[in-house]
């Protein structure tokens, strides 16, 4: 189950998952970015397995949160389930994107960006994560100018619109 929102972040109501992703229907979500004490940041290569965007690098964890869950809960949770990783988060923005994916599934989501810092090793459970690395963020936005197609819709957005405000945001919340 999802949250449906307005664009203004209040609840209307929920619906199962892929009824929204197949609807288009507006939903809360969240995009979480961890730093290592470096100032790398840790992407994930999606699971072939995923609904949508398999095979792509994205942001360290994303998701949803469930009904009557908050978007801190919700990422503290995925967190542990996709990176058995846990650490601080500061909600940094949130923004709106819709995109229509080749298999017919919408994403319309009111996206909330989080960041924080570990040096804990990820151990990825590889139904969720294929892949993971740590990249400069210098090095995101050079592989994202050469390489846009191998990441996810909304990480390019997200790194795009914000990376920069990211990366300041990164040097308040240091370890």
Not at 28 to 33: K, L
Request: charged content about 25%; proline content about 6%.
């Amino acid at each position: 189950m999802v949250t449906l929102v307005n664009k203004e972040d209040q609840f209307l109501g929920t619906m199962e998952k892929m009824a929204a992703h197949r609807k288009g229907e507006l939903h809360r979500a969240f995009s979480v970015f961890l730093f290592n004490s470096q100032g790398e940041v840790l992407l994930q290569r999606r699971s072939q397995e995923k609904y949508h965007s398999p095979g792509l690098w994205t942001n360290s964890c994303c998701s949803h949160p469930q009904p009557g869950e908050t978007v801190e809960e919700a990422a503290h949770r995925r967190m542990q389930e996709e990176l058995s990783l846990d650490t601080d988060l500061t909600p940094l923005l949130t923004f709106h994107y819709k995109a229509i994916f080749p298999n017919g599934l919408i994403e319309n989501e009111l996206n909330h960006v989080l960041i924080g810092v570990t040096d804990e090793i990820p151990f990825p459970d590889p139904q969720e994560v294929e892949d993971h690395c740590y990249m400069k963020p210098e090095q995101i936005f050079d592989e994202l100018s050469m390489r846009p197609w191998e990441f996810t819709v909304w990480f390019r957005i997200i790194f795009e619109k914000y990376g920069n405000r990211i990366q300041e945001a990164f040097s308040t919340v240091r370890v």
